[in-house]
C-alpha cells in the first residue's frame, strides 16, 4: 500500500518549508494520524518510510518517541485527563473517575464496545482552568465531574 | 498595588484581535514599519533590545539583547540564519504563550520578525506544542494574512528584508521545550537535548546558526521598538525590566494570567489578582515560578517578583507561573505528581537523569501510599544531589532535583511522618476507576 493521493499532495507542500525533507516527518505523522484511523500502524510507518526515504524502524523511533502518537488503536473517542500539579490540586482524580465511569473504559484503555479511549496526559498549558480535558483535540476547561459526565454524554 | 500601565495582553482583550483588520487599527505593525521603513540597522536593533534591559521569558532569563550578539557577524559567516520560537509550553503551572497565541497572534508574528531582522534570519519557525490546536490554528491564519499583506515573505513592506514563518508541531513531549531538543525535534527526530557547545548561536538548526526565543520574549520586540528602550527600561526593578505575565493556579479564587511590571509582591498577586486562597484557607506552600524550581514555604509570600528577589530566597523566576497551595494540601502527594512528570519526561540519554528521575518518583510514590521506608528522606537528597547541579546534557535533571531538595527541606518532618505513620496523613479521599498500564 501506498499513502494516500491526499496525503503525499500535502506532504510534497509540506517538505519545501525545510532545508531537509526528513523535517516535516513530526507534522506528516500528526497528518497521517488524523487521516489513517487515529493511530500509527505498522503500515503507515512502512509508507512513510518509503516516503521519506527512512527505514520504517527510523519512522518508529521518531513516532514512539512522542507521547501524542498512538502505536496502537485507541476508540473512536480520545478523551485525554491532564493529572499534573495544578489540575490535581482541583481534583483532577475526580475527573479521570467520572471520565471513567461514564464511557466504560479503564485509564490508560479503551471500552469494550471500542467507542472510548481514556487516558491521563501531563501539564496540557491550561492550568489557570483546571482541572481539564482534551476530547478529541478540543480542551474542555474549569470541570466538575458534572460537566464531564455532561460533555462526554453529549457526544455521539 | 501601585496603579501602573498595561500593554501585553491589552490587545488580547479586544474581540476579534486575531485578525489583521482588527491589530492593525490598534496600533499593530508599527514596530515593524518603525524597524523597516525607519531605516534601524540590525545592530540598532540588537541595541535597543539590550538597553532595554528585557529578559528571556523561556525560564532562564537571559539578556534577550546578548543573546541576539551571540549571532555570528554576516560579513564573516555567510550561512543562513534561522530563528526558532519556542512554543512548546509545557512546564507544569504555564499557560501564558497560548493566551497570547490565541488573542494576539499577530503580535506574536510581529515580534517574531523583529527578532529574525535583528539577527538576520531568513526563516522562522514557530515550534507550538501538538496540543496546542487552536493557538497553532490562530497563528497560522496570522501569518496567511501577513503574507498576503506583504508582512511575511519577499521584500517585506518593500524593503530589502525577506523572511518567511513557518508553523511546526509538537507531539507532547516536554523535553522538547529545551532549546536544543527543540532543534532535534524540528528537524524531525527525537527530542534528545544536544551537548554545548556548540551552542545554537554557532551551530543550530542544520548546523546554522539559530536563535531560540520564547514567544513572550519577542512578543516585547514591538513595544520596545515603536515606545524606546528607555520606557522599557523605567518599568521594573534594577534588574528586572517590563511587564511581564504571571500565571497563578492551584488553589485559589481566581486562577489566571495576569500582566504585572516587575517589582509587585507575590502577595499583592494572590490578593488582588487571584482572590487570595480559596475556601478561606491559608497558603501551606507554593511553586513560584513552575515546577522546576524550589518549593517557598507560605511565608515566603512576601517576596518580590523579580530575577533577583526570587535568587535571594533560594529560588528562581522561571515561567512566572504561580502554584498555589492551602493548608489541606499533602506534600507527599504534591512530590509524588511533579516526581512522576520529570521520570516520564527524562529522554533516557543521561543515566543521572534517566535513573535518578525513576527513583524520585518510586520513592515519593511509596511515602505518599504509607510504603516509604526508615531512610527515604536521606535517600531522596543524596539522590538529587547526585543529578544536579549541571552534571548532564540538560537541565531536566536539576528540574527535578531542584524542588525534591526544597520539598525535603522545607517539609521533612512532614514526609517523616508520612514514613513513620505507614500512611499519608492529609491524603485526600481517591476515587476508584479501573487502570490498565498507562501511558
Ligand atoms: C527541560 C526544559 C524545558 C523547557 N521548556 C521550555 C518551554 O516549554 N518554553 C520555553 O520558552 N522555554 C523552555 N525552556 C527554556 C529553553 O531551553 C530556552 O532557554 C528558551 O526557550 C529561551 O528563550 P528566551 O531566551 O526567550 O527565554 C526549557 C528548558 C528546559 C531545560
Ligand atoms: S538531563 Fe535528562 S532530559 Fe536532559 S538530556 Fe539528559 S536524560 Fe535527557
Ligand atoms: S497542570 Fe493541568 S493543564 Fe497544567
Known amino acids: ?156 | 498595588m501601585k496603579a501602573y500601565e498595561t500593554y501585553l495582553l491589552d490587545r488580547a482583550k479586544v474581540e476579534g484581535n486575531h485578525q489583521l483588520a482588527t491589530y492593525r487599527k490598534l496600533g499593530g505593525y508599527k514596530g515593524l514599519e518603525k524597524v523597516l521603513k525607519g531605516g534601524l540597522t540590525p545592530a540598532q536593533v540588537v541595541d535597543e533590545m539590550k538597553k532595554s534591559g528585557l529578559r528571556g521569558r523561556g525560564g532562564a532569563g537571559f539578556s534577550t539583547g546578548m543573546k541576539w550578539s551571540f549571532m555570528p557577524d554576516i560579513a564573516k559567516d555567510p550561512r543562513t540564519r534561522y530563528l526558532a520560537i519556542n512554543a512548546d509550553e509545557s512546564e507544569p503551572g504555564t499557560c501564558k504563550d497560548r493566551v497570547l497565541m490565541e488573542k494576539d497572534p499577530h503580535g506574536l508574528v510581529e515580534g517574531s520578525l523583529i527578532a529574525a531582522y535583528a539577527i538576520r534570519a531568513s526563516a522562522v519557525y514557530i515550534y507550538v506544542r501538538g496540543e496546542y490546536r487552536l493557538p497553532h490554528d490562530r497563528v497560522l491564519a496570522a501569518v496567511q494574512e501577513a503574507r498576503a499583506a506583504n508582512l511575511v515573505g519577499k521584500n517585506i513592506l518593500g524593503s530589502d528584508f525577506s523572511c518567511e514563518v513557518y508553523l511546526h508541531k509538537g507531539a507532547g513531549a516536554y523535553i522538547c521545550g529545551e532549546e536544543t531538543g527543540l532543534m532535534e525535534s524540528l528537524e524531525g527526530k527525537r527530542g534528545h537535548p544536544r551537548q554545548k557547545p556548540p551552542f545554537p548561536a554557532q551551530s543550530g538548526l542544520w548546523n546554522s546558526p539559530t536563535t531560540v526565543n520564547n514567544v513572550e520574549t519577542v512578543f516585547n520586540a514591538p513595544f520596545i521598538i515603536e515606545r524606546g528602550s528607555a520606557w522599557h527600561a523605567a518599568i521594573g526593578t534594577q534588574n528586572s525590566k517590563g511587564n511581564f505575565l504571571v500565571g497563578i493556579s492551584g488553589h485559589v479564587n481566581r486562577p489566571g494570567v495576569y500582566e504585572l511590571p516587575f517589582g509587585v509582591t507575590a502577595q499583592e498577586i494572590l490578593e488582588e489578582k487571584a482572590g487570595g486562597v480559596w475556601k478561606g484557607r491559608k497558603l501551606k506552600a507554593w511553586f513560584p515560578v513552575g515546577s522546576s524550581c524550589s518549593l517557598l514555604k507560605g511565608s515566603d509570600i512576601d517576596v518580590v517578583l523579580d530575577h533577583d528577589s526570587l535568587r535571594a530566597r533560594g529560588s528562581s523566576l522561571g515561567t512566572a507561573a504561580m502554584v498555589m497551595m492551602d493548608d489541606h494540601t499533602s506534600m507527599a502527594r504534591v512530590m509524588e505528581v511533579i516526581a512522576r512528570f520529570y521520570e516520564h519526561e527524562s529522554c533516557g540519554q543521561c543515566s543521572q537523569c534517566r535513573e535518578g528521575t525513576q527513583w524520585l518518583s518510586q520513592i515519593f510514590h511509596r511515602i505518599a501510599h504509607g510504603h516509604g521506608q526508615e531512610d527515604d528522606v536521606a535517600t531522596l537528597e543524596a539522590l538529587a544531589k547526585g543529578m544536579a547541579p549541571g552534571k548532564t546534557i540538560c537541565a531536566l535533571s536539576d528540574a527535578a532535583a531542584i524542588p525534591t531538595l526544597s520539598a525535603v527541606k522545607l517539609f521533612k518532618d512532614e514526609l517523616i511522618e508520612c514514613i513513620r505513620q505507614k500512611r499519608d496523613p492529609l491524603a485526600q479521599p481517591a476515587p476508584k476507576y479501573a487502570t490498565v498500564g498507562a501511558h
Not at chain 1, 500539579?85 to 485509564?107: F, N, W
Request: charged share 25%.
Open chain 1, 1 to 156: 500500500m501506498a499513502l494516500p493521493k491526499k496525503l503525499t499532495d500535502e506532504f510534497d507542500e509540506l517538505v519545501k518549508n525545510y532545508p531537509e525533507r526528513r523535517a516535516a516527518l513530526i507534522v506528516a505523522l500528526h497528518r497521517c494520524q488524523e487521516e489513517l484511523g487515529g493511530w500509527i500502524s505498522p503500515q503507515t510507518m512502512e509508507d512513510l518510510g518509503a516516503y521519506f526515504g527512512l527505514e520504517p524502524v527510523e519512522i518508529f523511533g521518531v513516532a514512539s518517541f512522542y507521547p501524542m502518537f498512538n502505536l496502537r488503536p485507541v476508540g473512536k473517542h480520545v478523551v485525554s485527563v491532564c493529572h499534573n500539579i495544578s489540575c490535581d490540586l482541583r481534583g483532577a482524580q475526580d475527573i479521570i473517575a467520572k471520565a471513567c465511569e461514564v464511557t466504560g473504559a479503564p485509564l490508560g484503555g479503551t471500552s469494550k464496545d471500542g467507542r472510548w479511549t481514556v487516558r491521563h496526559v501531563e501539564c496540557q498549558g491550561a492550568c489557570a482552568n483546571a482541572p481539564m480535558i482534551d476530547l478529541d483535540g478540543v480542551y474542555h476547561e474549569d470541570l466538575t465531574p458534572e460537566k464531564v459526565a455532561k460533555i462526554l454524554g453529549a457526544v455521539r
